[in-house]
């Protein structure tokens, strides 16, 4: 914990709140692989804390203490992917519960809800993203038991209402849980507009660098339903290998700079393509055109996030020669790294994605965005 009162989210990420290694006076944190404690003759643990490591591991201490203190939370947990984090939240419910959820939202998640839902005994209720009736029209009170949103949408970027959901929720007696893989604390806090649970892909910005799979759940409070969360991940086994700890609380030193540069980038990049001959729309709520611009002025605090869609006029072959032709932008899946990415998102989902085919998903990095500008001008020659 920080020694210092009252320092911006800034400090607190690069600093990993003050982090000092207290056997060794090592600035960065110790990275713990053992699997298992040693007990005294009386066979007591020798730390209290630690006696397995399904259970717990040192080495997630810093990087769950900073996510916790920049989401303004009590406690967040590591999980060895987001998918696994959103799973162990999702089987806290009850069978007979009921959750709801958007059409269009990482379809990975999407698609295991489908299935696990119907077999876990949940009701699962989809509801359009871009409609601000749906959600209110959906949440049944009394049954539903959790909202999950995510905000922005990936890949649409509609931007939802938070506290508006917080208080369609609460009323109806249900939690609200918040995906802000995309937005990150240093764009939004949902617990500040009424969140009880935050979920990140920690794979993606929180990292920051391609190079680990991770997931974490912030909460609200200490309540019995997080309880229920934490002994699932001990139980399940859904436990973050303690090197990738190491290089997520790495990662989270810089994450304010580079949240920032790919914000910055991407809002040049949008304002370059909009309008463009060969493109028919940007999707980028940081363009006073989109739907959700003026909401995601309150809701986004200094930017409006790194990823954004390009419709490409002339349809899905177009498309997938703008990716074809690319040399600066990186083919590949997923986002949030330093690198600049490029997807047909419809390819990667495959038959039954919502996403049009035209539709082309950019993830913006830290390059010079110039660099990336005339990549793109030059794919579509």
């Not at 990482?106 to 601000?132: E, I, T």
């Not at 995309?182 to 764009?187: F, H, N």
């Amino acid at each position: 914990m920080s020694k210092v009162k009252g320092l911006s989210p800034e400090t607190i990420s690069a600093q990993a709140l003050n982090h000092i290694d207290a056997a060794t006076g090592g600035l960065s944190p110790a990275i713990y692989p053992s699997s298992t404690y040693v007990r005294d003759e009386n066979y007591q643990l020798i730390n209290s804390r630690h006696s397995y490591g399904r259970a717990e591991n040192p080495g997630y201490a810093v990087a769950e203490k900073v996510l916790a203190e920049l989401e303004g939370a009590p406690a967040a947990l590591l999980f060895s992917s987001g998918t696994a984090a959103a799973m162990a939240i999702v089987q806290s419910l009850r069978p007979g519960d009921q959750m709801v959820a958007p059409k269009i939202m990482y379809w990975g998640l999407r698609n295991w809800l489908v299935k696990f839902c119907d077999n876990w005994g949940l009701g699962l209720d989809l509801f359009d993203a871009a409609d601000p009736d749906a959600l209110v029209n959906t949440v049944k009170k009394g049954k539903t038991k959790l909202v999950w949103i995510e905000t922005p949408c990936n890949p649409s970027w509609d931007v939802i209402d938070i506290a508006a959901a917080a208080d369609i929720a609460h009323r109806a007696g249900a939690r609200l849980a918040v995906d802000s893989t995309v937005a990150t604390p240093v764009l939004t806090q949902p617990i500040k507009y009424g969140a009880d649970i935050v979920v990140h892909s920690a794979t993606k910005y929180l990292n920051g660098h391609c190079d680990i799979i991770a997931g974490a759940v912030v909460t609200a409070k200490e309540d019995e339903f997080w309880e229920r969360v934490c002994e699932l991940r001990t139980d399940g086994g859904a436990i973050l290998g303690s090197f990738e700890a190491f290089l997520l609380q790495r990662g989270m030193r810089t994450l304010f700079l580079r949240i920032r540069k790919a914000c910055e980038s991407a809002l040049a990049l949008a304002k370059h393509f909009d309008g463009h001959a060969g493109v028919e729309a940007v999707i980028y709520p940081g363009l006073p055109n989109h739907p959700g611009h003026e909401l995601a002025k309150r809701q986004m605090d200094g930017g409006f996030g790194g990823m954004m869609c390009i419709q490409v006029k002339g349809g899905a072959d177009d498309a997938l020669n703008i990716v074809k032709r690319c040399k600066v932008f990186t083919r590949a899946t997923s986002f949030g790294g330093v690198e600049s990415l490029i997807e047909h998102r419809y390819s990667i989902e495959g038959e039954g994605s919502p996403v049009p085919r035209d539709w082309l998903r950019l993830s913006i990095g830290i390059e010079f965005v110039d660099d990336l500008i005339a990549d793109l001008e030059q794919a579509f020659e």
